[in-house]
């Protein structure tokens, strides 16, 4: 039994890598958990690389389990939350993938980052329940996507780079260093920084036909992201969106 975790790219069916697409030629069953929410287009575009790419497959659907997010017990509620997950997973592996076929994953972005599939299947062959051998297909991250867009690098010449979370960003600049890729950010918690010389490179839905891009001066353009944001969340129900932040020194 093998499991493929493949990274389909932020965005755009065009993301996908030639080593993403021969994985997905490979995979017999396709799992997927059901958020709930309103993202019929990440439905489509999955449906789309699909079409595309694999051959006789069969798709498997599964409930996403709800996350409590308003518990002060962050690490404890998202270990919680994927325990949980992972007990759906081991569901579906067991009932639906023969030892003789191939299963796999399709993971938004990288799986490498900021994403729970891995540690999910870490958990699932510690358990001695399922045994399978993993392969892991990296993807076109959305802070790619992002430095892509926005045509600059991540990084300045010899110094670091740090990518973080909103919720740390608004607790601190991070120590030593000036350029801040932030992900998971709900709270707009760039605007806590203002006060910082820095440039700001925000990007959401990027890849799709709704992309949004905005970058300019901290300072400057926090208001207008923050509209343009909350604009876009009440018209589509939901968002995905990424920034780097760049101190000037």
């Not at 069969?58 to 996350?67: H, I, L, S, T």
């Not at 592996?93 to 023969?98: G, K, N, P, S, T």
Request: aromatic share 6%; glycine share 6%; net charge negative.
């Amino acid at each position: 039994m093998e499991i493929l975790v493949i990274g389909i790219g932020a965005g755009d069916p065009d993301h996908l890598t030639l080593q993403a697409a021969k994985a997905i030629g490979r995979a017999d069953v396709f799992f997927v958990l059901d958020k709930g929410e309103v993202k019929q287009e990440l439905v489509d575009l999955r449906e789309e690389i699909l079409r595309r790419h694999a051959t006789e497959y069969r798709v498997v659907v599964g409930r996403d389990p709800e996350r409590d997010r308003t518990s002060d017990a962050y690490v404890e509620s998202v270990d919680d939350w994927r325990r949980r997950r992972a007990d759906v997973c081991a569901d579906l592996i067991a009932a639906e993938l023969r030892a003789d076929q191939v299963g796999a994953f399709l993971v938004w972005g990288d799986p490498s980052l900021y994403d729970s599939t891995l540690a999910i299947l870490d958990d699932l062959q510690d358990r001695g329940e399922l045994s399978f051998e993993t392969e892991v297909i990296p993807g076109i991250s959305s802070v790619s996507a992002l430095a892509a867009r926005h045509k600059v690098g991540l990084n300045q010449v010899g110094r670091p780079i740090q990518i973080t979370t909103g919720r740390r960003l608004a607790k601190s600049w991070p120590d030593e260093v000036d350029d801040v890729v932030v992900m998971l950010d709900a709270q707009t918690a760039f605007t806590a920084h203002t006060e910082q010389d820095a440039e700001i490179y925000w990007g959401a839905y990027l890849g799709t036909p709704d992309e949004l891009l905005v970058a300019g001066k901290l300072s400057e353009v926090a208001d207008e992201i923050v509209e343009v944001r909350a604009e876009a969340r009440r018209r589509k129900g939901w968002i995905m969106d990424t920034y780097l932040l760049r101190r000037n020194r």
